[in-house]
């Protein structure tokens, strides 16, 4: 499946703001040359614009990358703040095993019920 970065071992968060203009290669190179980690290895590198709606996801699936692009209007908009939202989404969202529940992602999107109401009383 593209794009299932359930089997990443690690996660990394790149601090600081990064050009989203930068695509595979160049996010690889700040991987490989800023974090000295391999950007082959099962890991996720995520990496946030300057206007910290913006996230970029590198992940490589072994035979390719996946660059995954997210913008964070969707949490804004649905009275959630963006960036507990992703804190809350990298904190819970490894441990689901959505290859065998691909439906239980639909539980972690913005706009559902049931994420307002977690997240409401996470965020307490």
Not at 113 to 121: N, R, S, T
Request: hydrophobic residues 40%.
């Amino acid at each position: 499946m593209i794009g299932d970065i359930s089997k990443a071992e690690h996660i990394y968060i790149a601090v600081g703001y990064t050009d989203m203009c930068k695509q595979i290669d160049g996010l690889s190179a700040i991987v490989q040359q800023n974090f000295k980690l391999d950007s082959f290895s099962n890991s996720v590198f995520l990496f946030c614009g300057k206007n910290t709606r913006t996230m970029k996801a590198l992940y490589w699936e072994g035979d390719g990358f996946v660059l995954l692009y997210k913008r964070l209007e969707t949490a804004k908009s649905n009275k959630l703040n963006p960036y507990d939202y992703i804190e809350f989404i990298l904190d819970y969202l490894p441990q689901q095993n959505l290859v065998e529940d691909p439906e239980r992602l639909d539980w972690f999107l913005p706009w559902s019920e049931e994420i307002k109401e977690e997240f409401e009383i996470k965020a307490d």
